[in-house]
């Protein structure tokens, strides 16, 4: 089922070959429970979609800590004090 993260368009097709399929049919593929697999493969791909949505949040974040970084910086250049304590004992 991990490849299925990864083909979510043969998922579909799984999906759909698996609602047009006799029972008898899925148990000779040796597939017992045609419910159950189909929430696995959706849940697969439902994850799969949280990942992918992860992801860009992550990028988005690291785009704006770098923006914000960049304005410190100059800001720093320009004689703020530095926010960073150093004490030594």
């Known amino acids: 089922m991990d490849a299925l993260g990864n083909m979510p368009e043969h998922a ?3 999906i759909y070959f698996m609602n047009t399929h ?3 049919d ?9 419910t ?5 493969i959706k849940r697969v791909l439902t994850m ?3 990942i992918q ?3 860009r949040k992550c990028q988005e974040m690291q785009i704006e800590i770098n923006a ?5 910086r100059v800001l720093e250049e320009k004689g703020l004090p ?8």
Not at 26 to 34: P, V
Not at 36 to 40: A, D, V
Not at 68 to 72: C, L, R, V
Not at 82 to 89: D, E, F, K
Request: aromatic share 8%; proline share 0%.
């Open 12 to 14: 579909n097709r799984l």
């Open 82 to 89: 530095s926010l960073i304590n150093v004490t030594t004992g």
């Open 26 to 34: 899925l148990a000779k593929l040796d597939i017992r429970n045609r």
């Open 53 to 55: 949505n992860i992801e």
């Open 68 to 72: 914000f970084t960049q304005k410190f």
């Open 48 to 50: 799969r979609n949280f």
């Open 36 to 40: 159950s697999t189909i929430l696995i």
């Open 22 to 24: 006799t029972k008898e």
